[in-house]
T-cell receptor, first 109, second 114 residues
Framework: KNEVEQSPQNLTAQEGEFITINCSYSVGISALHWLQQHPGGGIVSLFMLSSGKKKHGRLIATINIQEKHSSLHITASHPRDSAVYICAVYREYGNKLVFGAGTILRVKS | DTEVTQTPKHLVMGMTNKKSLKCEQHMGHRAMYWYKQKAKKPPELMFVYSYEKLSINESVPSRFSPECPNSSLLNLHLHALQPEDSALYLC?????????????FGEGSWLTVV
């Protein structure tokens, strides 16, 4: 079993829909990242979380440390949100990121 | 400046060629990373440099040779690669110490081995 599990693997939404991507992990962590990767290749860290909730524009990320679960929400989705979203965690000790398999999001206009 | 710059963006090389990928950051980060990413897969860690010293080698074949000449630069030297080494190679950097959990990725270098 992977240490970081994401769902769904693929998601297609209509423009304007509310989107949720989930991430569960099985190890103690010091931080969790939500990463975005467009087809061009580069990866951007959208959020780094160690507790609670963060919001940036239409994006919201939450984490529940006790339940080892995090969610990424996109409100009023737009075609430019189409990308791969990857959950990645830093184990409690060490400086290696452990990646989930990613969620391929396509937002149709 | 929160950029990690990678060059070249695209590289095609033959199996007998020697080439290098370059990565540069000016954020003062003392940890730098090479990742390999195949299509539709998450990145796989290859190497980690901490304070310009190799701290992690994830059992990468010796045809990949990393180098960290100073705290801003990271190279990946390539020699006698195989077609299955074709992938996106990502460089990343992060601070060490209290801010160590932040990470910045470059745009990647697309490598094709023919």
């Amino acid at each position: 079993k992977n240490e970081v599990e994401q769902s769904p693997q693929n998601l297609t939404a209509q423009e304007g829909e509310f989107i949720t991507i989930n991430c569960s992990y099985s190890v103690g962590i010091s931080a969790l990242h939500w990463l975005q990767q467009h087809p061009g290749g580069g990866i951007v860290s959208l959020f780094m979380l160690s507790s609670g909730k963060k919001k940036h524009g239409r994006l919201i990320a939450t984490i529940n440390i006790q339940e080892k679960h995090s969610s990424l929400h996109i409100t009023a989705s737009h075609p430019r949100d189409s990308a791969v979203y990857i959950c990645a965690v830093y184990r409690e000790y060490g400086n290696k990121l452990v990646f989930g398999a990613g969620t391929i999001l396509r937002v149709k206009s | 400046d929160t950029e990690v710059t990678q060059t070249p963006k695209h590289l095609v090389m033959g199996m007998t060629n020697k080439k290098s990928l370059k990565c540069e950051q000016h954020m003062g980060h003392r940890a730098m990373y090479w990742y390999k990413q195949k299509a539709k897969k998450p990145p796989e860690l290859m190497f980690v440099y901490s304070y310009e010293k190799l701290s992690i080698n994830e059992s990468v074949p010796s045809r990949f040779s990393p180098e960290c000449p100073n705290s801003s630069l990271l190279n990946l030297h390539l020699h006698a690669l195989q077609p299955e080494d074709s992938a996106l190679y990502l460089c990343a950097s992060s601070p060490l110490g209290r801010e160590r959990n932040t990470i910045y990725f470059g745009e990647g270098s697309w490598l094709t081995v023919v």
